[in-house]
């Protein structure tokens, strides 16, 4: 008797742990376990009716729930819509589930989305945003975005750059730390190329990251170039290579600009094996992009320069 007494609990028990297990398996958020993961972001929205998707590049940070970036970490390209713009982004993360509301000048745009298990993406397919009637831009406007998580720009890197005047490619060996305020500092050693072969950032004048964005001047005492790039995020074959154009500001007058390419050390026989897919940075960062993160590059300057 005691013997099926005890044989009885036990199914019962087993019974009870699987309609429990199934249960939290159909509750949707509630069986995930996505943790949302702070730092660079940058966000793609469908444009309004002839208009391009419009892209923005913010640094998210996050106290308990909330995530935010401020006007001196979120660019757009959204010139289309009425110029340059002040943006500031709030929102909340719950489990799986994000929220992003956008300010773009008297605008604002709300987003819905799904995070990825890994907390570092939202799909297309899983993401919605609003926005309401009346305004400059979106006016109405609804539809579906995409958001990436950039890792931080730290570590060591290599790869080439590409200049009309000089043959061959001078191959590069770079390294670079984003400070706590997504600051860069660094240093590059560049082979075979008849202006430079040791550059540096400044310690009074850090580079700048926003999103995917980053930009930074390199000198030898001499000569000055000015790096303007960034981080690619689609597909395994380019991986998270750093495309940027170059500009040679004071010094050498045999170079005058060209491309940078840069893989994380380690990824450098995948960044040669994808030469063919390398895109021209002038052609895959809007100039809007590019005059924002120039804007918020100097105010950063000016304030540091004042202390």
Avoid at 156 to 180: E, W
Avoid at 218 to 229: A, Y
Wanted: charged share 10%; aromatic share 6%; glycine share 14%.
């Amino acid at each position: 008797m005691r013997l099926l007494i005890a044989m009885s609990i036990s199914l019962a028990l087993i019974l009870a742990g699987c309609g429990s297990s199934g249960g939290s398996g159909s509750g949707g958020s509630g069986g995930t376990s996505s943790v949302f993961v702070p730092g660079r972001w940058t966000l793609t929205v469908d444009g309004p009716l002839g208009f391009s998707p419009i892209e923005f590049d913010m640094n998210l940070t996050q106290s308990g729930s909330t995530i935010s970036s401020d006007s001196d970490n979120t660019v757009d390209n959204s010139s289309p819509c009425g110029g340059m713009h002040v943006d500031s982004s709030t929102g909340t993360v719950s489990g799986d589930q994000f929220q992003l509301l956008l300010t773009i000048n008297s605008e604002t745009v709300t987003l819905n989305g799904t995070l990825s298990p890994d907390g570092k993406s939202v799909g297309i397919e899983s993401s919605h945003f609003t926005s309401k009637s009346g305004g400059p831009c979106f006016n109405g406007v609804s539809g579906g975005f995409s958001a990436n998580f950039i890792p931080p720009f730290t570590g060591f890197f290599t790869g080439t750059i590409q200049v009309n005047p000089v043959l061959g490619a001078p191959s590069v060996t770079a390294m670079f730390t984003q400070g706590a305020n997504f600051s860069l500092s660094g240093s590059m050693m560049v082979t075979n190329d008849p202006c430079f072969s040791s550059l540096a950032t400044s310690p009074s004048k850090p580079g700048i990251s926003i999103g995917s964005l980053s930009s930074f001047e390199m000198t030898d005492g001499v000569n000055v170039i000015d790096v303007t790039g960034r981080t690619l995020t689609g597909g395994a074959i380019i991986g998270l290579e750093f495309d940027a154009s170059f500009t040679v500001i004071a010094g050498c007058t045999e170079e005058v600009n060209g491309e940078l390419t840069l893989d994380p050390t380690g990824q450098a026989a995948v960044a040669m094996a994808s030469a063919s897919t390398h895109k021209s940075a002038a052609f895959v960062i809007n100039p809007a992009l590019l005059e924002r993160l120039k804007e918020i590059s100097a105010s950063r300057h000016d304030h540091h320069s004042e202390q």
